[in-house]
Nanobody, 123 residues
Framework: QVQLVESGGRAVQAGGSLRLSCAAS????????LGWFRQAPGKEREFVAAISRSGVNTYYGDSVKGRFTISRDNAKNTAYLQMNSLKPEDTAVYYC????????????????WGQGTQVTVSS
């Protein structure tokens, strides 16, 4: 099975940018559709973005459309989440997830998860 490790989270001011990475090991990343989700304290896990195995198809949650971009480099076994124009409400733990089937926006349909990386946006 694939193991996922997120990195790149840190504290940033509103309006700033961050790029999160999701590094995969154990299996070839190109076999998996990928998703990014986030969870703030006291809130449910929220869909952020997803990308198909080839990278051709991408999907975004309404709250991040136009600000975040998901991408992947299958040769490097890594996926990315470029986050621009960050807002305080983007503060959360961000998780990378993988599934062997088609891309999904639903957290419960993903089989493999990373440990998460904290993003904190201050006003």
């Amino acid at each position: 099975q694939v193991q996922l490790v997120e990195s790149g989270g840190r504290a940033v001011q509103a309006g700033g940018s961050l790029r999160l990475s999701c590094a995969a090991s154990g299996r070839t990343l190109s076999n998996y559709a990928l998703g990014w989700f986030r969870q703030a304290p006291g809130k449910e896990r929220e869909f952020v973005a997803a990308i198909s195995r080839s990278g051709v198809n991408t999907y975004y949650g309404d709250s991040v459309k136009g600000r975040f971009t998901i991408s992947r480099d299958n040769a490097k076994n890594t996926a990315y989440l470029q986050m621009n124009s960050l807002k305080p409400e983007d503060t959360a733990v961000y998780y990378c997830a993988a599934r062997t089937s088609l891309t999904s926006t639903k957290a419960h349909e993903y089989d493999f998860w990373g440990q998460g990386t904290q993003v904190t946006v201050s006003s």
